[in-house]
């Protein structure tokens, strides 16, 4: 069965880094979405893409992050000037826009 | 998007069948109702999606009342392997980012 997958597993990075997580989606799905979980805390939308732009994007998707798909695989987002509340597991999901969305099993980042 | 309501926690034993429910009382005309199951350091994973009635897949089933204001998804002879969060989700299909409750943590024993 096709699935998402996302590298690295665990990245840890000094505090005021930047870093970049890399997701390769499933390959006829349409839409791409990044999340995030902070320990015992519950999954957060980040932001949406199709058709090579944003669609959607929550009030923690702020000028600190971007996504991008630089060819026809990959799908990243770039944390930039990395923070300690950043620290959160990340999860990548794609979608044919029916049938629900698809998850990788994540990159936990660690800020230190 | 609809809120949904569904237990913090539910126990059951291995070889039972669990039943969980969701209310979502302002499901809109284009809403899908969708199950997930996370286990621990994994992502989402999906279950099942229905619209209406009762749709059954491989590992579980989803009855949803002729009103959609509620929803229930069916664990036949849960195993120990099935002790995960499961989370009730409802919204449109077309690329719709998934807003997360707390979902509901379901503890099997054998």
């Known amino acids: 069965e096709p699935e998402v997958t996302q590298t690295p597993s665990h990245q840890v990075t000094q505090m005021g880094q930047e870093v970049i997580l890399r997701c390769v989606p499933i390959?006829?799905?349409?839409?791409f979405y990044w999340y995030r979980q902070i320990l015992g805390q519950k999954v957060e939308f980040l932001v949406s893409?199709?058709?090579?732009?944003?669609?959607?994007k929550s009030e923690i998707f702020d000028d600190q992050f971007s996504v991008e798909r630089p060819d026809g695989s990959n799908f990243t987002l770039k944390i930039r000037s990395t923070k300690l509340e950043d620290s959160a597991m990340y999860f990548c999901?794609?979608?044919?826009?029916?049938?629900?969305?698809?998850f990788g099993d994540g990159t936990r980042l660690s800020i230190l | 998007l609809a809120k949904t309501t569904q237990p913090i926690s539910m126990d059951s034993y291995e070889g039972q069948e669990v039943n969980i429910t969701c209310s979502h009382n302002?499901?809109?005309?284009?809403?899908?109702i969708t199950w997930y199951q996370q286990f621990p350091s994994q992502g989402p994973r999906f279950i099942i999606q229905?619209?209406?009635t009762k749709v059954t897949n491989e590992v579980a089933s989803l009855f949803i009342p002729a009103d959609r204001k509620s929803s229930t998804l069916s664990l036949p002879r849960v195993s120990l392997s099935d002790t995960a969060v499961y989370y009730c989700?409802?919204?449109?299909?077309?690329?719709?980012?998934?807003?997360f409750g707390k979902g509901t943590t379901l503890s099997v024993s054998s």
């Open positions: 999901a794609s979608s044919e826009g029916t049938g629900g969305q698809h």
């Open positions: 390959s006829n799905h349409l839409y």
């Open positions: 893409f199709y058709n090579n732009e944003i669609s959607e």
């Open positions: 302002n499901i809109a005309t284009n809403d899908y």
């Open positions: 229905g619209y209406k």
């Open positions: 989700l409802v919204g449109d299909q077309a690329g719709t980012a998934l807003i």
